[in-house]
Nanobody, 120 residues
Framework: QVQLRESGGGVAQVGGSLRLSCVASGAIFRINDMSWYRQAPGKQRELVAV???????NYADSVKGRFTISRDNVKNSVYLQMNNIKPEDTGVYYC??????????????WGQGTQVTVSS
């Protein structure tokens, strides 16, 4: 069984920074893409950033230039550095990963989420 656990959420001031972390554990053979999603109150979950195993990244337009996704393949971890935080960044942030646990094919695993609240 694979588990993803996020940490690092909390309350941040407008213009401040937060760093989210997510670590995957269990019988993991390999992890493909790792992503961060978020869900604001009353809205659908949206993709924030994704990083491939080789380090290629892609971001939602709303966070480009402010957020940076990175990963550590040895530690099965992914990070989200959030800078110049805005009120619209408030929401629950979820980590997702495409995990291969042999002999099964890759499947998407999700964390429980971590709350980010931006106060002005």
């Amino acid at each position: 069984q694979v588990q993803l656990r996020e940490s690092g959420g909390g309350v941040a001031q407008v213009g401040g920074s937060l760093r989210l972390s997510c670590v995957a554990s269990g019988a993991i053979f390999r992890i493909n893409d790792m992503s961060w999603y978020r869900q604001a109150p009353g809205k659908q979950r949206e993709l924030v950033a994704v990083i491939t195993r080789s380090g290629s990244t892609n971001y939602a337009d709303s966070v480009k230039g402010r957020f940076t996704i990175s990963r550590d393949n040895v530690k099965n971890s992914v990070y989200l550095q959030m800078n110049n935080i805005k009120p619209e960044d408030t929401g629950v942030y979820y980590c997702s990963a495409g995990v291969i646990t042999l002999p099964l094919p890759a499947r998407d695993e999700w964390g429980q989420g971590t709350q980010v609240t931006v106060s002005s």
